[in-house]
């Protein structure tokens, strides 16, 4: 769509060629810029230009091949207790140019020419805490444009500690907290069991085979990365 621009010797005059084999001539500027119409290429279509100069020497000719197709650009969805995140995503493009739009603000972010690009941890100012509607572009060499959008959480809250139920030397060691959160129980001993609450807040470990009065404390990560304080219960056996 946009039009055809080149540079050629100032003066001289460019002969560009369509796939039609319909033609456009213009005469360079004194900068050697010129423009032509772009009458809607196709993707993969071959444009041709040969210049010539003022005293009528002709140049060889100049050749392009049209490219139409935007970039495709991506980024996931993110939960985060960092307020400041590193952001990454995927394009397919390894040349093209990648930013960030947050709150109306561009960020360029670098193309790694892998497949992936990385908005580098603590570039963005200070997100509050809740969601936040994420816009990256990827514009490639000939100017096509891809876009997606994603929705960055900030969660800096650290969650209530668990509760544990009365614990005895036998049963499994039960508690309710955040539903999805981790909690992580600790034994006398020092070992550990983990186990993700459920939608009810619901809980279950193994109980090791406790002596009475031993303790066991218990702490919840929620999934964005928040530790709570402990909880702690004395085995009645």
Known sequence: TD???GTAEPGSTVTVTY?????ASVVAGTDGSWTVPNPGL?????VTAVTEDPAGN???PATAVVDAVAPTVALND????DSTPELTGTVN??????VVNVD???????????GTWTLADNTLP???DGPHTITVTATDAAGNVGTDTGVVTVDTAAPNAPVIDPVNGTDPITGTAEPGSTVTVTYPDGSTASVVAGPDGSWTVPNPGLNDGDTVTAVTEDPAGNTSGPATAVVDA
């Not at 196709?42 to 071959?46: A, M, W």
């Not at 993110?78 to 207790?81: K, Y």
């Not at 493009?93 to 990648?98: E, K, N």
């Open 78 to 81: 993110v939960l985060t207790n």
């Open 104 to 114: 109306g603000t561009d960020y360029p972010a670098v193309n790694n020419g892998d």
């Open 42 to 46: 196709n993707d993969g279509d071959t």
């Open 126 to 128: 200070a997100l509050t």
């Open 3 to 5: 039009p055809i621009t």
């Open 19 to 23: 796939p039609d084999g319909s033609t």
């Open 58 to 60: 002709t140049s060889g």
């Open 93 to 98: 493009d390894p040349t093209a140019t990648v």
